[in-house]
C-alpha cells in the first residue's frame, strides 16, 4: 500500500464543473505540495500546506492534519486546468528524500 | 531567475549503453534530488545530493550514481541501461532546510531502445 493515496485516478469533468482530488496519507508530515504536471512531463508547484486552507485564483487545497487527509479543489473548471495533479508528501528525515508522491489524479476538462 | 533547469530535455539511447543526465539548481538551494517517473505512475526517489554528498538513497540499483558539483548542479548517471530505464527524470531543489518548498525543472525523457 502506497504510504501517499489519491482518489480518483482519472476524472473526466464539463467545463464549468467544480472538481476535487483527494489525497490521503499514513505516514508522519510535516507539510503536503500539490503539484500539476502537463502533458510534457514539466512539474509546477501549485501549493504547499501543513495546516488549514489556501486559495490561488480558481484553486483551492485544504488539509486536515489529525485525519490525514488533503483535498485539491478547482472552481469553474476549464479545458486548460487539464492535467495530471500529485499530491506529494513532506517526510522531513524519512527516507524518501524528503518528498513521498501519490501516483497522480490525471483530470480531463470537456469543453 | 531560471528556475531548475535540466538537460537534456530528451534522450535516446541503446540497451547497455551509460547516459549523464543534468540538472541545475533554482538560485540560492543547495540540495538536489533527483527522482523516476515511468509512465501513468508518481514519481520514484533515487537519491539526493547536499554539499556535494549523496545524503539519502532511494531503492535503485548501484548502477545509478550521481554527483554534486561546488556550484550545486547535480549529474545523474545510469550504466548498463536497461529497457525499463525508460521513464522521466526530474530533478527538484530545495534549500536543505525542513519544510521548504521543492521546485521541479521540466525533466529528461529518456527511451532505451
Known amino acids: 500500500k502506497n504510504e501517499v493515496e489519491q482518489s480518483p485516478q482519472n476524472l473526466t469533468a464539463q467545463e464549468g464543473e467544480f472538481i476535487t482530488i483527494n489525497c490521503s496519507y499514513s505516514v508522519g508530515i510535516s507539510a503536503l505540495h500539490w503539484l500539476q504536471q502537463h502533458p510534457g512531463g514539466g512539474i509546477v508547484s501549485l501549493f504547499m500546506l501543513s495546516s488549514g486552507k489556501k486559495k490561488h485564483g480558481r484553486l483551492i487545497a485544504t488539509i486536515n492534519i489529525q485525519e490525514k487527509h488533503s483535498s485539491l479543489h478547482i472552481t469553474a473548471s476549464h479545458p486548460r486546468d487539464s492535467a495530471v495533479y500529485i499530491c506529494?508528501?513532506?517526510?522531513?528525515?524519512?527516507?524518501?528524500?524528503?518528498?513521498?508522491f501519490g501516483k497522480g489524479t490525471k483530470l480531463s476538462v470537456k469543453p | 531567475d531560471a528556475g531548475v533547469t535540466q538537460s537534456p530535455t530528451h534522450l535516446i539511447k541503446t540497451r547497455g549503453q551509460q547516459v549523464t543526465l543534468r540538472c541545475s539548481p533554482k538560485s540560492g538551494h543547495d540540495t538536489v534530488s533527483w527522482y523516476q517517473q515511468a509512465l501513468g505512475q508518481g514519481p520514484q526517489f533515487i537519491f539526493q545530493y547536499y554539499e556535494e554528498e549523496e545524503r539519502q538513497r532511494g531503492n535503485f540499483p548501484d548502477r545509478f550514481s550521481g554527483h554534486q558539483f561546488p556550484n550545486y548542479s547535480s549529474e545523474l548517471n545510469v550504466n548498463a541501461l536497461l529497457l525499463g530505464d525508460s521513464a522521466l527524470y526530474l530533478c527538484?531543489?530545495?534549500?536543505?532546510?525542513?519544510?521548504?518548498?521543492?521546485?521541479f525543472g521540466q525533466g529528461t525523457r529518456l527511451t532505451v531502445v
Open positions: 527538484a531543489s530545495s534549500s536543505g532546510q525542513p519544510n521548504t518548498e521543492a521546485f
Open positions: 506529494a508528501a513532506y517526510n522531513y528525515g524519512g527516507s524518501q528524500g524528503n518528498l513521498i
